[in-house]
Nanobody, 126 residues
């Protein structure tokens, strides 16, 4: 599946932002066969897990740093996964990547994902 992330930009601390990741499939699998996740990478740091969602959307997992502020969701009719980010902090500044893999349950490790979007920059000013 090919992924296209969008929605990044420059925001102020405390603001909200919604990222989108649109998927287009290259194989016979439909979007709802995929487990989705968001990762982020700050300058000079590794790419870290942010949030993940199961194939049905019934299960979501968050990194502790964003729990209670970020919400991952999916709209299979639109082949899109979202990351709603509220109460943004300067430490949320990073390039955000969406990722996909065929499966059922939530995954949270880089090596488990086979498809990646190009990334979208989120910069939070204090």
């Amino acid at each position: 599946v090919q992924l296209q992330a969008s929605g990044g930009g420059l925001v102020q601390a405390g603001d909200s932002r919604r990222l989108s990741c649109a998927a287009s499939r290259r194989t016979g699998r439909t979007f709802d066969n995929y487990v989705m996740a968001w990762f982020r990478q700050a300058p000079g740091k590794e790419r870290d897990f942010v949030a993940g969602i199961s194939w049905t959307g019934s299960t979501t997992v968050y990194d502790d740093s964003v729990k209670g502020r970020f919400t991952i969701s999916r709209d299979d009719a639109k082949n899109t996964v979202y990351l709603q980010m509220n109460r943004l902090k300067p430490e949320d500044t990073a390039v955000y990547y969406c990722a996909a893999r065929p499966g059922v349950g939530v995954r949270r490790y880089l090596e488990e994902f086979e498809s990646w979007g190009q990334g979208t920059q989120v910069t939070v000013s204090s």
